[in-house]
């Protein structure tokens, strides 16, 4: 993977009137990689995409898109970026045939066996009209046509969002299998993060539009830590704990997460005297919402109800 930096933001920023969408975003996204762009809905994610692509001014703040000033994108830089949104909106009375011939028109590196590639394995015919497809269909052909100008860089906006799980299997298959070279890279955002653990490389997570994380994701997977201690008596206080993100507690046992678990943040933990202390497994998805969620000493909702019937 080349240290050349396809993507690079400093102090990136953008105000919808008083409202601050995105706040001095730093971004290093290498040549060659999957980086995922993660965040709940309304923390900056779209509004970032656009800014790099020129569609939208920052209010303050600079990006670079292959090198080039994304408030002065040149058509040949165009041409080497792919772009596919939610939307997946196309001309509906256009064939497939007719779409790719309009889309070729503009992009010199038109290469026809990725668009025949992408459709034949949505098991698409170029006589058929888009309007007469099902959306997953559509995101077919947009992934096809999205494709087939061969860009160095891809730039997906949550393009998977409210496909069936098939259809959205197909979707990131194809766009993994066509664009995983030494020399190509993907930026995507997506609420799936089942998906974001099988093709990333690098994450970065915006919380209410805030960098909060940027590194592999091996490294953010790690960092986050459940640890599950069980106890014979009654639970004790928890005292502060290092990197605490959350801490749930039964009967007789206490789950805790925490951020940036060393030794010290164990060693807190062993300072409780627990009858056994034991390190869980923890996916990305569960890493992820530990970290975006709220802080602090939490009861399970089944159980405060059991309290009040």
Not at 86 to 100: D, F, K, N, T
Not at 114 to 142: M, P, W
Not at 259 to 280: C, F, G, I, W
Request: proline residues 5%; glycine residues 6%.
């Amino acid at each position: 993977m080349s240290e050349q930096r396809v993507i690079q933001t400093r102090g990136l920023t953008r105000y919808f009137g008083q409202k601050c969408a995105v706040r001095d975003l730093n971004l290093d996204v290498p040549r060659g990689c999957v980086f995922a762009f993660l965040g709940r809905n309304g923390s900056g994610k779209t509004t970032t995409i656009r800014m790099l692509l020129g569609l939208l001014a920052p209010t303050r703040g600079t990006a670079t898109v292959l090198g080039c000033d994304s408030r002065a994108l040149t058509p040949e830089v165009r041409a080497r970026i792919g772009y596919l949104t939610e939307e997946h909106q196309e001309y509906g009375w256009m064939s497939l045939r007719e779409a790719a011939d309009f889309q070729s028109a503009f992009y010199p590196r038109w290469n026809e066996k990725i668009f025949r590639g992408v459709i034949d394995h949505f098991g698409l015919k170029t006589r058929e009209r888009i309007k007469d497809l099902s959306r997953g269909q559509r995101a077919g052909v947009c992934l096809a046509l999205t494709l087939a100008p061969d860009p160095e860089l891809l730039v997906l906006d949550d393009p998977a969002l409210g496909l069936d799980p098939v259809a959205r299997r197909s979707l990131v298959e194809s766009m993994i299998y066509l664009t995983r070279r030494s020399d190509r890279t993907i930026f995507f955002s997506s609420h799936n993060l089942a998906d974001v653990e099988r093709v990333a490389d690098y994450i970065a997570v915006l919380d209410y539009s805030v960098l909060r994380a940027c590194c592999p994701l091996e490294t953010f997977r790690t960092s986050v830590q459940e640890v599950r201690l069980r106890f014979s008596g009654a639970l004790p206080a928890l005292p502060k704990i290092p990197g605490l993100l959350q801490a749930f507690r039964t009967e007789h046992e206490l789950r805790v997460t925490c951020v940036h678990y060393d030794s010290t943040t164990e060693q807190a933990l062993r300072n409780l005297s627990p009858e056994s202390m034991e390190k869980l497994p923890l996916g990305l998805e569960d890493a992820f919402i530990s970290y975006l969620g709220e802080r602090g000493e939490k009861s399970f909702i089944l159980a405060d109800a059991e309290v009040q019937s």
